[in-house]
């Protein structure tokens, strides 16, 4: 379809996307201190920056709990960036050290491991 709109060919390693999202999935999934940091700052960021395009604060509380809402979904997409930045990395490093079909094996391993690292802390730090 993408071929038929474009008059030239995109060339898409699938296998690499693959690997690097499986590498970004794993990362996002450890690394859950780093996450909720980046998710809070960046909130509060986006809280401040939408503060001061409002003259009055009567305009401002107006609105104030669907742009807050608005700004904390956009943080947490907005988080994701980081991750799939590392996942790449990742991907890639694995992929130059141990070979090509190392990439989405090692990612898949990845995954695994920390869902069931996530699983674990959160069952133990969430007594109810």
């Known amino acids: 379809m993408l071929r038929d709109l474009l008059p030239f060919v995109i060339p898409v390693d699938t296998v690499f996307l693959a690997g690097a999202a499986l590498w970004s ?13 980046i998710e809070h700052q960046l909130t509060r960021w986006f809280n ?3 503060r001061s395009l409002y003259m009055s604060a009567k305009d401002f509380e107006a609105s104030r709990p669907a742009r807050e809402s608005f700004n904390s979904l956009s943080a947490v997409l907005m988080t994701l960036i980081p991750f799939l ?3 790449v990395a990742c991907h890639w490093l694995v992929e ?4 090509q079909s190392w990439g989405v094996s090692g990612g898949i391993l990845a995954c695994v491991g920390c869902g069931i690292y996530e699983l674990g802390r959160r069952s133990t730090s969430d007594p109810s």
């Not at 999935?25 to 909720?36: D, E, G, I, K, P």
């Not at 130059?96 to 070979?99: C, R, T």
Request: glycine share 14%.
């Open 25 to 37: 999935l794993a990362l996002y999934l450890s690394l859950t201190t780093l996450r909720h940091w």
């Open 96 to 99: 130059l050290s141990l070979g």
């Open 48 to 50: 401040f920056a939408d």
């Open 85 to 87: 930045v590392g996942g």
